[in-house]
């Protein structure tokens, strides 16, 4: 018999809850969604034979003799093979697939090329944020432009703009955002907002239609004032500044967009503070909520990133010691290299463990939760999609849609749950990307000379690894934020951010 | 390696230290956009004006007649700012001292004065592979004193640059070193290969087709000449890997104290002093361990030759940490090219690389000890 001193059991640390997050999704999860991935997975791995693979050398050859090169063919590749769909909800015009299958295929992909897997993530980036929002409205204008960008072959990406010249790690935390130096200055004028400043790094900015931007109604109080807005090509005040000269990953640009009084209309305002006023938590905690379901998806696809990157690394190495004769014999005959060889399927393997476990956490707790929930998802997977373009769609654009989708995110969501989830995401993402550096030096270190040429694909890994570390929150912040969400609550004395 | 310095040390590190602030660090950028921007040939030139070249090798051959520490010093003060001028003087260096070192002074000083262009007194080398595992090219007797080799020879350092190279071929049982024109017929030459680093020292892979050549030396020696000079070259290349670690570093500790985040300079985060101190760390420890090979050696203390090789793996290892932090103290902006951060570690990476794999020239090192050399 259960009783309540075994609760108290398991609320000790590490709370159950907390490591099981797979065990308690085993029944939750609908059976489709194992036939899915399998169908996924294969379609991924077609994908990185037949388009990844030949195209990925060329392309960083490309951008290292032309730095402003735009990858356009990849990303028409894409939009033809369906990738910028594949994970919109049916709802929104998409092919509704399961979210946790994208960590699955950028995997796939990023063991090819992380770039290139980066022109297909670094969209979903875009789109989750928006999710995030539950503005149904702007979901339904941006998503289903999205897939008219797939129907006529003109492809239709969804970048996120959040880090500043001056701020980049504190931006992606609430709790430092407050002491931030920001610049991107959204003033509420009649009908709508003017949007000054500038973005750096904005990964796929260059080639992004709709840019989901977060700025601030007052500098002096960001994480107050937190405006998310829906900028589109072509809008006046908007314009692309450079393209930053990376180190790796140089298929995928990293843009500068440049804001000067650019007036977003209300209607894509995506949220901010008004809007929040219709919530019962304060704006603040609004802000860390929907920067958390947003993180603890995207940080969960870094993880597949530095997942795929540790096992490209892994896969040219083993492919080299089955080719290259040291001391007289293969190296994969060596004892040591098989060692090395076993560590780094290691790596690879506990990286994947990492992502597959947060994205259990975000079906049961975070983003992906009333998707995963078994009538919404068998009811979005069998009904015909003109039924939901004519009857559900024009829903969509009613204000208490968007108002349920927030209360049942933003109101509902008990704060340890939001805990789990971010602190799954911030576990996987340091976790999978140091696996992904590691890994790639690994494999240097056993082709020696060889390993240091490009055509050799491992020093072509180890450049796209480095980036993990940084984006989406440094490995640092992630660390604190892991310490936040998991260590620290049960430490009543510790602050964090404080030091 | 400051406890090394007499006065006319100090006075070499710093002309050394003003010709890496003034020749290199400007173009830095740009030079390593090569093959895709044109190869630093000016700076090429200014070096070996100055006397950066050969410096190992006696003044009869273009050389200074300096010792390893010197060569340390050149190196690390080169690889502080940019890494890949350090490596095209380690290549030629290294190609000079085999021959010399298999008494060929009179086989260099027969070929260095006929040459007047610089790029005549180049020499290539295989600079990032044991040449014991250079096995790919052979050669043939081809009458009194001539020898033919067949075969490809991978990444021949400065191949695309210089115009003879020092190649090791297969001969009998063990390998020669053979002198070869890389303009002679028999002789092609790939493109500039694309690599993780050093850009500016670039590579070519070359293809031998019963191409004329000079054998190095005596046949089947190659193994005892590349160890003559093995020790001397490993302390080298373990001075560049601090020069990169040292660079690595005092950006990062710069950058550290401009950058705010949190509303507070991140070197006063401790998360990320604690990052600095573990950089400052191996940047020390590898310090004091070439200053001692460098010592050691100067000092002929029986077994310095170990110690160098310690000193390259070590140095190595401890460079790859630092310029992988060093990168992570900046951010995003580390992993841009406007910065130096991300050159050191890609350059840091293909230096561990020189002379060999890392795991093999580990094994290497103990099988020397295991066979009673001391190790300390």
């Not at chain 1, 492809?155 to 959040?162: K, R, T």
């Not at chain 1, 603890?296 to 290259?324: D, I, K, M, N, P």
């Not at chain 1, 040291?326 to 399927?345: D, F, P, R, S, T």
């Not at chain 1, 003109?386 to 109101?411: H, M």
Request: with cysteine; aromatic share 10%.
């Amino acid at each position: 018999m259960f009783s309540s001193s075994d609760a108290a059991l398991l609320d000790r640390e590490p709370r159950y809850d907390d490591i099981t997050c797979s065990l308690a999704s085993v029944n939750r999860l609908p059976a489709g969604v194992i036939s899915e991935t399998r169908e996924l997975v294969a379609m991924a791995r077609r994908f990185s034979d037949e388009v990844v693979r030949p195209r990925a050398l060329e392309l960083d050859r490309m951008k290292h003799e032309d730095p402003d090169y735009l990858p356009w063919d990849l990303v028409e590749e894409a939009n033809r093979w369906g990738f910028y769909t594949m994970f919109i909800p049916k709802l929104f015009g998409g092919q509704g697939k399961n979210m946790p299958g994208l960590s699955y295929v950028l995997e796939e992909i990023g063991s090819a090329c992380t770039a290139i897997s980066n022109l297909i993530g670094v969209h979903y980036l875009g789109i989750g944020t928006l999710c995030g929002s539950w503005n149904g409205r702007v979901m339904n204008k941006v998503m289903r432009e999205v897939a008219e960008g797939e129907r006529t072959g003109k492809p239709c990406l969804v970048s996120l703009a959040i880090t500043e010249p001056g701020a980049g790690t504190d931006v992606e935390e609430v709790d430092l955002i407050g002491r931030a130096k920001v610049t991107c200055h959204a003033e509420k004028v009649p009908g709508g907002y003017r949007l000054n400043g500038r973005k750096i790094f904005i990964s796929s900015g260059h080639l992004s239609t709709w840019h989901m931007t977060i700025a601030y109604g007052d500098l002096e109080n960001p994480a107050e004032t937190t405006v998310m807005l829906a900028v589109r090509n072509g809008m006046e005040g908007f314009s692309f500044g450079r393209q930053e000269h990376k180190m790796g990953q140089k298929g995928c640009p990293a843009s500068e967009l440049i804001f000067e009084d650019c007036f977003v209309p209300d209607e894509l305002v995506c949220f901010d503070s008004v809007q929040a006023d219709k919530l019962s938590k304060p704006m603040k905690a609004i802000t860390n909520q929907l920067l958390d379901y947003v993180l603890s998806a995207s940080r969960a696809g870094v993880g597949a990133f530095g997942t795929g990157v540790a096992r490209g690394a892994y896969e040219e190495a083993l492919r080299f010691s089955q080719e290259t004769e040291v001391g007289g014999k293969l190296l994969i005959n060596h004892e040591w290299a098989q060692v090395l060889l076993a560590e780094m399927y290691k790596n690879v393997a506990m990286a994947r463990l990492s992502y597959i476990e947060t994205n259990y956490a975000n079906g049961m707790y975070g983003l992906f939760k009333l998707l995963h929930y078994k009538p919404i998802f068998y009811c979005l997977r069998y009904t015909p999609q003109t039924f939901i373009d004519r009857f559900l769609k024009p829903f969509l654009e009613k204000d208490f849609v968007t108002w349920i989708f927030r209360k049942i995110y933003f109101d509902w969501q008990k704060p340890e749950q939001g805990e789990r989830t971010s602190g799954w995401a911030s576990l996987s993402k340091f976790a999978s990307t140091d696996a992904g550096v590691k890994n790639s030096q690994l494999a240097c270190e056993l082709m020696g000379g060889a390993g240091v040429r490009t055509d050799q694909m491992a020093e072509k890994h180890l450049r796209d690894s480095k980036l993990l570390q940084i984006y989406e929150g440094t490995n640092q912040l992630n660390r604190l934020n892991l310490f936040k969400c998991l260590i620290g609550r049960s430490a009543p004395q510790s602050k964090v951010f404080e030091d | 390696m400051k406890s090394l310095l007499n006065s006319e040390l100090s006075m070499f590190e710093q002309t050394v230290n003003e010709f890496a602030a003034n020749e290199l660090l400007d173009g830095r950028q740009e030079n390593d956009r090569f093959p895709f921007a044109p190869l630093f040939e000016e700076v090429l030139k200014k070096a070996r004006a100055v006397g950066f070249f050969s410096v190992t090798l006696p003044e009869e051959l273009d050389g200074c007649c300096m010792g390893t520490t010197e060569l340390c010093v050149l190196l690390e003060g080169l690889s502080r700012i940019d890494a890949s001028l350090a490596a095209v003087i380690f290549t030629d260096t290294l190609a000079k001292e085999i021959v010399y070192r298999s008494k060929g002074f009179l086989q260099l000083a027969d070929f260095l004065p006929k040459v007047s262009e610089f790029e005549g007194t180049l020499f290539a080398f295989q600079a990032q592979a044991d040449p014991a595992e250079c096995a790919s090219v052979s050669a043939e007797p081809a009458g009194e004193d001539a020898w033919t080799l067949s075969g490809k020879a991978d990444y021949v350092v400065l191949g695309g640059i210089a115009h003879n190279a020092v190649i090791p071929a297969r001969t009998g049982a063990g390998y020669s070193f053979f002198l070869v024109d890389l303009e002679a017929p028999g002789v092609t030459a790939s493109e500039p290969v694309l690599s993780l680093g050093l850009h500016a020292c670039p590579a070519v892979d070359v293809t031998l087709d019963g191409a004329s050549a000079a054998l190095v030396g005596e046949a089947g020696k190659g193994a005892e000449y590349f160890g003559r000079v093995a020790g001397r070259m490993n302390t080298a290349a373990a001075a560049m890997s601090l020069g990169v670690m040292k660079g690595s570093f005092e950006e990062a500790v710069d950058y550290a104290k401009e950058r705010q985040q949190g509303g507070r300079r991140i070197v006063n985060w401790s998360e990320v002093r604690r990052i600095l101190a573990r950089m400052a760390v191996k940047v020390k420890a590898a310090d004091m361990v070439v200053t001692e090979a460098c010592r050691a050696e100067e000092d002929n203390i029986p077994g310095w030759e170990l110690g160098a090789k310690a000193a390259s793996l070590f140095a190595g290892g401890a460079s790859i940490e630092v310029t992988t932090d060093g990168i992570q103290v900046l951010g995003g902006n580390g992993y841009m090219e406007d910065y130096g951060q991300e050159k050191r570690f890609r350059d840091a990476g293909q230096i561990r690389s020189l002379m060999g794999s890392t795991p093999m020239r580990e094994l290497a090192l103990m099988g020397k000890v295991l066979e009673g050399e001391p190790l300390y």
